[in-house]
T-cell receptor, first 111, second 116 residues
Framework: AQSVTQLGSHVSVSEGALVLLRCNYSSSVPPYLFWYVQYPNQGLQLLLKYTSAATLVKGINGFEAEFKKSETSFHLTKPSAHMSDAAEYFCAVTPGGKLIFGQGTELSVKP | DTGVSQDPRHKITKRGQNVTFRCDPISEHNRLYWYRQTLGQGPEFLTYFQNEAQLEKSRLLSDRFSAERPKGSFSTLEIQRTEQGDSAMYLC??????????????FGPGTRLTVL
């Protein structure tokens, strides 16, 4: 069965600092991986997805993620945090059809 | 695209009552998904449809839960004899199947259910 694990339920960074949100996956087949963001009282918005076309995936709002098979990881990064990045971030994997989500990481950005 | 819409946005009910939620997907999206999200957790898959056909149901979907998509457009999720443990955000998503690779699921704003 496929699964994802997000390390750190809460991450706090200063405005302008690097954002690094960790996600590790478990899959017996090449996975399709996603990062979604959820702002308070809103639905989820897709940031980016990995479909095996390229290991470095660029998404919206300056985020990117790198697929590393040897580390079974798909960490999300952004070079410089902005106050508007404060939200909950979810990593997800799909075996086809449904999405299987991690527990989420809440990102706080300090001024 | 007007996006995925869900109605109502909030529902407060008493234990034992039945509730029904509606989801309107993005037009021409053939797949529709239901997820449940509790506080501090990631969404959990409940069920999904391709057109009218319900293709998969989670074990989380007890016999008190039923979902329909009668004409392959909007969907309803009904919970009978609600329990306090049913309190959660119910999310709907839709997608259009493509030839290769995974679909991108677009989420609605959710329906927050509170069972007293």
């Amino acid at each position: 069965a496929q699964s994802v694990t997000q390390l750190g339920s809460h991450v706090s960074v200063s405005e302008g600092a690097l954002v690094l949100l960790r996600c590790n996956y478990s899959s017996s087949v090449p996975p399709y991986l996603f990062w979604y963001v959820q702002y308070p009282n809103q639905g989820l918005q897709l940031l980016l997805k990995y479909t095996s076309a390229a290991t470095l995936v660029k998404g919206i709002n300056g985020f990117e993620a790198e697929f590393k098979k040897s580390e079974t990881s798909f960490h999300l990064t952004k070079p410089s945090a902005h106050m508007s990045d404060a939200a909950e971030y979810f990593c997800a994997v799909t075996p086809g059809g449904k999405l299987i989500f991690g527990q989420g990481t809440e990102l706080s950005v300090k001024p | 695209d007007t996006g995925v819409s869900q109605d109502p946005r909030h529902k407060i009910t008493k234990r034992g009552q039945n509730v029904t939620f509606r989801c309107d997907p993005i037009s021409e999206h053939n797949r529709l998904y239901w997820y449940r999200q509790t506080l501090g957790q990631g969404p959990e898959f409940l069920t999904y449809f391709q057109n009218e056909a319900q293709l998969e149901k989670s074990r989380l979907l007890s016999d008190r839960f039923s979902a329909e998509r009668p004409k392959g457009s909007f969907s309803t999720l009904e919970i009978q004899r609600t329990e306090q443990g049913d309190s959660a955000m119910y999310l709907c998503a839709s997608s259009r199947t493509s030839g290769g690779g995974p679909d991108t699921q677009y989420f609605g704003p959710g329906t927050r259910l509170t069972v007293l």
